[in-house]
Nanobody
Framework: QVQLVESGGGLVQAGGSLRLSCTASGRTFSYSTMGWFRQAPGKEREFVAATTWSAGNIYYADPVKGRFTISRDNTKNTVYLQMNSLKPEDTAVYYC??????????????????????WGQGTQVTVSS
């Protein structure tokens, strides 16, 4: 059974940092593009970042560029999201997602939630002002 499990969320003051992790099990995701999305209360789920399976391409949403960094360790079947200079508007449930193996596409393709086949349960990030 394929599972994605996020961890690392919590409460942090504005300007602080958090590192989210997403560990996959059930099969290798070394050949899948991995993404992070978030959903704030009353809002739609939105794209945050994605890293292609070869890590050759990395995409970020404009609101997080320069503050968030996505990375992956294929030996651990894990993808990370380092979040720095956090703002109250970053408060949301953060979800990890995995695409099918060997997919290819543009940044806009990987920014769409329907691109992804597998999802984690989410981890809450709360940034206080």
């Amino acid at each position: 059974q394929v599972q994605l499990v996020e961890s690392g969320g919590g409460l942090v003051q504005a300007g602080g940092s958090l590192r989210l992790s997403c560990t996959a099990s059930g099969r290798t995701f070394s050949y899948s593009t991995m993404g992070w999305f978030r959903q704030a209360p009353g809002k739609e789920r939105e794209f945050v970042a994605a890293t292609t399976w070869s890590a050759g391409n990395i995409y970020y949403a404009d609101p997080v560029k320069g503050r968030f960094t996505i990375s992956r360790d294929n030996t651990k079947n894990t993808v990370y999201l380092q979040m720095n200079s956090l703002k109250p508007e970053d408060t949301a449930v953060y979800y990890c997602a995995a695409d099918k193996p060997y997919s290819s596409g543009s940044g806009s393709y990987y920014s769409r939630s329907r691109t992804y086949d597998y999802w984690g349960q989410g981890t809450q990030v709360t940034v206080s002002s």
